[in-house]
């Protein structure tokens, strides 16, 4: 079982940045893919960002590229989403997730490819 807790949401405004961070306990976290899902109101979940066991191989979501960038350390068993520039539209709920890989450059970025989710963290971005 793996207990994973979001925090560093809030309020901030366009342009700004936040830095989002997970922490996990229960499992280290070395022995699963890694990932940031976020939804707005009225809509359903959506991949944001996914990293491998080893952090060899991130993948990103077309709206969130060159803007975010997703991160781990599995010394300190945490997930990290730094954003910038933000965008009224990456308003919403984040989640973060974790899948467990037998492959270490393996990701996932399907929400139905993930096994243990944390309870969220609000961003609200004011344009």
């Known amino acids: 079982q793996v207990q994973l807790v979001e925090s560093g949401g809030g309020l901030v405004q366009a342009g700004g940045s936040l830095r989002l961070s997970c922490a996990a306990s229960?499992?280290?976290?070395?022995?699963?893919?890694m990932g940031w899902f976020r939804q707005a109101p009225g809509k359903g979940r959506e991949v944001v960002a996914s990293?491998?066991?080893?952090?060899?191989?991130?993948y990103y979501a077309n709206s969130v590229k060159g803007r975010f960038t997703i991160s781990r350390d599995n010394a300190k068993n945490t997930l990290y989403l730094q954003m910038n520039s933000l965008k009224s539209e990456d308003t919403a709920v984040y989640y973060c997730a974790a899948a467990f890989r037998g492959l270490p450059f393996a990701i996932a970025t399907m929400t139905s490819e993930y096994d243990y989710w944390g309870q969220g963290t609000q961003v609200n971005v004011s344009s």
């Open positions: 229960g499992r280290t976290l070395s022995t699963y893919a």
């Open positions: 990293i491998s066991r080893t952090d060899g191989n991130t």
